[in-house]
């Protein structure tokens, strides 16, 4: 039955392409993603196949019932583009200005609507049922998934999984971890209210800017010397703004950043150590500094059985050249709250290409041959755990 599903991946690859591509150059941002969900729509219905629209927003849920009973399966893909100017070269450059597929959201989709209708063609010889979650949303807290949750995209479901294509890992590789996979995915905002002045004058003041270039030393110690060594944590300030002309000395600064952990335990150290550097760095400056902290999305986590069972199923697929263990990433993904409701794993699929760039960056690209990949371990996975 798979060698048959494989086959008609296979003859479908070169729609799969020009479906990625179409969607690279037509990307949506978060929670704008209107015309993306119409597209999918539009896929599945004329194809026949069962599917509801505006799922806790943007998403799309698709169904198939196989022809005997068995299990029901959950596959899911995000949609959503990042605000990033296009940067490359290719005939497939995205047409809207800021905007770009900077992460394979568009691979995503494109692999598991194709995956859909193989499977779709199939149904009389399956069993079961598959549920095929299209995510708005994954880019930006409060993300897709947990408002499709809560509007039923996982009524009935026994498992599901994900993966994400990754332009970092070689092609050909599969990369599973059982347990904490991804990290929980937090930001925080602080304003320093100082008291401006002449720049000639500082001791008239209150400089934002030194308060503020103390408050990012301190808590930069939180994570080398409060944290448990033998645990993970990652604190970055990503913007610091304090604009003013040459000789002034600055009234207020913003600072703002991410903080990343696996363990719940030191999510609520990080907070909460933070908060106590932000206050005594105000009672030492003798200001105001109002300390915003806002929580993401937990952990990914990985179910041990069903991880194992992913690993078993991808070491079989034609085009897999090894399948490896991966450390702990410390990027977030929304795709931790399905599997807080149901087992299942989430996994990365190599796709490095010639000229790999990370991902968000503008460059960013990936070898489309890794969504075959993809789309047979999935729908391999899927077939098989009905057994």
Known sequence: MKEKLFEKLANSYEDMVVMRRYLHMNPELSF????????????????????RSGVGGNGVVARVKGGRPGKTVALRADFDALPIQDEKDVPYKSTVPGVMHACGHDGHTATLLQLAKAIYEMKEELAGEYVFIHQHAEEYAPGGAKPMIEDGCLDGVDVIFGTHLWSLTDAGAIEYRTGPVMAAADRFDITVQGAGGHGAAPHQTKDAIAIGAQLVTNLQQIVSRRVNPTESAVLSVGSFVAENAFNVIADSAKIGGT???????IRDLMEREMKRVVDGTALANDCEIEFAYERGYPAVVNHEDETE???SIAEQIPGVEKVVE??????????????EKVPGTFFFTGARPENPYPHHHPKFDFDENAMLIAAKVLGAAALDYQE
């Open 326 to 339: 991966t450390e702990p990433h410390m990027g977030g993904e929304d795709f931790a709250y399905y599997l």
């Open 32 to 51: 704008k993603e209107e015309k993306t969900a119409n597209y999918i729509v539009d896929f599945y219905t004329d194809l026949g196949i069962d599917v």
């Open 309 to 311: 069972f992913l690993k």
């Open 259 to 265: 903080v990343r952990t696996f363990n719940p335990k």
